[in-house]
């Protein structure tokens, strides 16, 4: 398999873990097998192993019990050891009873799901505290249902392996981690509730200023955070690699009209998305669920493009960010063909196209920016007596200043407001 986005002088390190991937045909047109694997191959290389070998496998249904079939798994099991596997990754969700099965069928190589995958790589590069509990608190629900088994082996060497042994200090143990688990999952639970609050308060803060706000969207690896560098000349982390940014980072932005708001990037969003995350998330997505328009960004170059426009429209509807208004913005022309980006031009006549890498359209961005921020507001003309400074230093904190002008009677103001801060202004509007 070729992982996109592996760096070019890759080749594979026996220091590495190595990998057997395992995908699924269900005939899901938007996700070919191949393709979602593709993904999958990039996702075990971010957490540090190589991609050795693949199965796959097309089937009508799931297996309850192995989710492939007894005969698959033991092909699996024969190709993790062909190949001296540290790991098979299944590209979809096991339930635990699957899980535990494979875990006999396949013994001494780790049995992973897409989701303990992706959270793994979430526990890599969580850096604020925010981040770190969130991934914990996903980690842990994710671990506590498959629980169950962990300790088998001291319940069969204590007593004996007997069906009818339910009790003993395999069971206690296994209850003393559940419990455990519960009261870290109910403490994580309300640190973040205290962190969100903070975050909501900062939020109320940035709405109440009149600020435009702005979030950035997109597939993870579309190339938000290098689109947030080369607008705001910032230099925030920006790695090809998938979810090389997991926190929210708000950065000021000047737009061509002399209007600021507030740029927003956050974690990017992937196919199969566990909803584990996206609730563990969910304070830090309210960024996006709060902003005034979106910039979805989309990796032009990716032949799977238009299926991960629509993974993000899936997660935006989840957290009820799907009404916002929003801009599409086609990052990565350098990269692109002709006949793509022509194709693209067609399909979506709106959208903006960039090279947030070369610095390329972010002027006809910033104008469409900007254009949509009159679009969202009021234009009031003032005028605010010479004893009312207050309202010509909030106009310039909480609205944008079109024209000033003094007068015999006071300051002469044209203003653009937002609807939640046009009221504090209406007493002084000339009619």
Not at 36 to 62: K, M, N, P
Not at 103 to 111: A, L, N, Q
Not at 119 to 125: E, Q, T, W
Request: with cysteine; aromatic share 4%.
């Amino acid at each position: 398999m070729s992982g996109r986005g592996r760096p070019p002088e890759w080749e594979r390190d026996d220091s590495r873990q190595r990998a057997v991937l395992v995908g699924v045909d269900l005939g899901n047109r938007d996700w070919p097998v191949e393709e979602s694997l593709a993904e999958l191959e990039r996702l075990v290389y971010t957490v540090g192993a190589d991609a050795v070998a693949v199965a796959t496998q097309r089937l009508d249904r799931i297996d309850p019990r192995t989710f492939i079939g007894p005969g698959k798994a033991e092909e699996v099991l024969q190709l993790a050891k062909a190949n001296a596997a540290d790991v098979v990754v299944f590209d979809d969700d096991l339930s635990p009873r699957q899980q535990a099965n494979l875990e006999d069928i396949i013994p001494d190589v780790r049995v992973l799901d897409r989701t303990g995958l992706i959270l793994d790589i979430f526990g890599l590069h969580a850096v604020s505290r925010e981040g770190k509990l969130q991934v914990e608190l996903a980690q842990l629900e994710y671990v506590l249902p498959r629980l169950r088994g962990m300790w088998g082996h001291l319940v069969r060497e204590r007593l004996g392996g007997g069906r009818g042994a339910r009790f003993g200090a395999g069971e206690s143990q296994l209850e003393t981690d559940r419990r455990l688990a519960r009261k870290r999952i109910a403490d994580l639970k309300k640190e973040l509730k205290q962190v969100s609050a903070a975050r909501s308060v900062q939020r109320k803060a940035r709405a109440g200023s009149g600020v435009y706000r702005v979030s950035l969207v997109g597939y993870t690896n579309a190339g938000k955070s290098t689109l947030l560098n080369a607008l705001t000349g910032d230099d925030v982390l920006a790695y090809d690699m998938l979810f090389a940014t997991l926190d929210s980072t708000t950065r000021k932005l000047t737009l061509p009209d002399g209007r600021e708001c507030t740029l927003t990037d956050t974690v990017g969003f992937i196919h199969k998305l566990p909803h584990g995350l996206v609730e563990a998330f969910k304070s830090t997505l309210d960024e996006v669920r709060e902003a005034q328009l979106l910039l979805h960004v989309v990796d032009g170059s990716h032949p799977q493009a238009e299926p991960q426009m629509r993974a993000v429209d899936a997660v935006l509807a989840e957290i009820g960010a799907d009404q916002t208004p929003r801009v599409i913005v086609i990052n990565k022309t350098d990269s692109m063909s002709e006949e793509t980006r022509a194709f693209l031009g067609r399909r979506y006549a709106e959208a903006v196209f960039v090279s947030a890498a070369e610095s390329k359209g972010l002027d006809e961005l910033l104008e469409r920016v900007a254009s949509e921020a009159v679009t969202g507001s009021r234009t009031l003309d003032l005028l605010v007596p010479y004893t009312r400074g207050d309202i010509v230093m909030l106009a310039h904190e909480r609205a944008h200043v079109v024209s000033e002008e003094h007068v015999e009677d006071g300051t002469l103001l044209t203003v653009q407001v937002s609807s939640d801060v046009s009221a504090k202004f209406e007493p002084f509007a000339r009619s």
